[in-house]
């Protein structure tokens, strides 16, 4: 019997926007994705959130994807966990000369002087279209919701929440 906190390729590729190709191709220099094959459930919301990031820098800021490898781990690994919800109060900072990752509260309204290129994604947006999806809401539902908190017992009512820790 299967995790039901685990998704599909087919269900993952859907809910991040990749495509198959995309996925394969990916899977070439994104180190966490080398272990995720065949049909079998193998992804995490949290895994989902890191591919719909990876999307984003692609197609946002003109990353390539081979440029991302070196943050590749870091990257899932931030993006994953019980309270990824509360990640949409997040801004996420990619380093893909360093492969640093690093994790910022969206209303701080610090400016940073990086010395080094980074990729900024604001991760409201993609949580809250995820947990749209996962759900079945409305993204105004979502709005009126502090930190996370009732995001994350919907999942735990539902069993969908994802196994993974910080």
Same mark, same amino acid.
């Given at each position: 019997?299967?995790?039901p906190a685990l998704l599909r390729p087919q269900e993952a590729q859907a809910f991040s926007g990749v495509t198959r190709?995309?996925? $394969?191709?990916?899977? $070439?220099?994104?180190m966490p994705l080398q272990k995720k094959s065949g049909n079998n459930p193998s992804f995490t919301l949290?895994? /989902?959130?890191a591919l719909r990031v990876v999307r984003r820098a692609i197609s946002e800021c003109g990353c390539e994807v081979?440029?991302?490898? =070196?943050?590749? !781990?870091? +990257?899932?690994? *931030?993006l994953n966990g019980p309270n990824w919800p509360r990640l949409a109060h997040?801004?996420? #900072?990619?380093?893909?000369?360093?492969?640093?990752?690093l994790l910022e509260r969206a209303n701080e309204s610090t400016c940073h002087d990086f010395d080094k290129p980074a990729i900024v994604i604001d991760l409201?947006?993609?949580? /809250? $279209?995820?947990?749209?999806? $996962? +759900? &079945? =809401? !409305?993204?105004?539902?979502?709005?009126?919701?502090?930190?996370?908190?009732?995001?994350? !017992?919907?999942?735990? *009512?539902?069993? *969908?929440?994802? *196994?993974? &820790? #910080?």
């Open positions: 019997m299967s995790d190709a995309q996925l $394969r191709y990916w899977r $070439r220099f994104l949290g895994d /989902v959130l081979r440029y991302l490898a =070196t943050a590749g !781990q870091a +990257l899932f690994a *931030k997040f801004r996420l #900072y990619i380093f893909p000369a360093s492969g640093d990752v409201r947006e993609d949580v /809250v $279209r995820l947990i749209d999806i $996962r +759900l &079945g =809401t !409305q993204s105004d539902e979502l709005d009126s919701l502090p930190g996370g908190i009732e995001e994350k !017992q919907k999942f735990e *009512k539902d069993g *969908k929440q994802p *196994k993974a &820790g #910080y």
